[in-house]
């Protein structure tokens, strides 16, 4: 099936310094969402991108929908403690009927 | 307020005893989901369910159950739970344009000894 593959798998960072993670698929995808899973909780969408080449901000974070559509970015500016969590992609791939799928995450660890 | 309600929260039980989560959405959403999520493997779809009456098999049914009799609940059933069942449980719901994507609940934590 289609997957969306998520890098890197886990960071580890120092408070105040920038972030960057991507997503990315083998096939074309017409929306892409970004979640953020705090410790012990459900995932909670931080910003939806519905065209290619969008920029979307949200606070200190920012996601880009890649022109070839088969791609997703997400960056995070000047990082602190509550950042920690695990950050997922997602997205409905052609044909899916509106099913989301999920990529494998990116954990973030942040070092005061 | 807009959500969706898990529970137990935390489940310990025994192979073979027969188990049901339960999972609530206050938002009249078409779309219902369950995932299970395990370390290193991401959040892997069981069941979903488009519609009351309306269910379909994900990436990992097997050995569960699901049921959508009415709009707003969704149950989780393991008919006999075996302890590769052992899991972080989310349940998830979405309006019938899920581009918008979805609301999750606050995940159940079962293990099966």
């Known amino acids: 099936g289609q997957q969306l593959n998520q890098s890197p798998q886990s960071m580890f960072i120092q408070e105040g310094e920038d972030v960057s993670m991507n997503c990315t698929s083998s096939?074309?995808?017409?929306?892409w969402l970004w979640y953020k899973q705090d410790p012990g909780e459900g995932p909670v969408l931080l910003i939806a991108l519905y065209k290619a080449g969008e920029l979307t901000s949200n606070g200190r974070l920012t996601a880009q929908f890649g022109i070839t559509r088969k791609d997703s970015f997400l960056n995070i500016s000047a990082s602190i403690p509550s950042d920690v969590g695990i950050y997922f992609c997602?997205?409905?791939?052609?044909?899916?009927?509106?099913?989301?799928?999920f990529g494998k995450g990116t954990k973030l660890s942040v070092k005061p | 307020e807009a959500q969706v309600t898990q529970n137990p929260r935390y489940l310990i039980t025994v192979t073979g005893k027969k188990l049901t989560v339960t999972c609530s959405q206050n938002?009249?959403?078409?779309?219902m989901s369950w995932y299970r999520q395990d370390p290193g493997l991401g959040l892997r779809q069981i069941y979903y369910?488009?519609?009351?009456?309306?269910?379909d098999k994900g990436d990992v049914p097997e050995g569960y159950k699901v049921s959508r009799k009415e709009k707003r609940n969704f149950p989780l059933i393991l008919e006999s739970p075996s302890p590769n069942q052992t899991s972080l449980y989310f349940c998830?719901?979405?309006?019938?344009?899920?581009?918008?994507?979805?609301?999750f609940g606050s995940g159940t934590r079962l293990t099966v000894v």
């Open positions: 938002m009249n959403h078409e779309y």
């Open positions: 369910s488009m519609n009351v009456e309306v269910t």
């Open positions: 998830a719901s979405g309006g019938a344009d899920r581009i918008y994507g979805y609301t």
């Open positions: 997602a997205g409905p791939p052609r044909g899916s009927q509106g099913n989301l799928i």
């Open positions: 096939s074309i995808f017409n929306t």
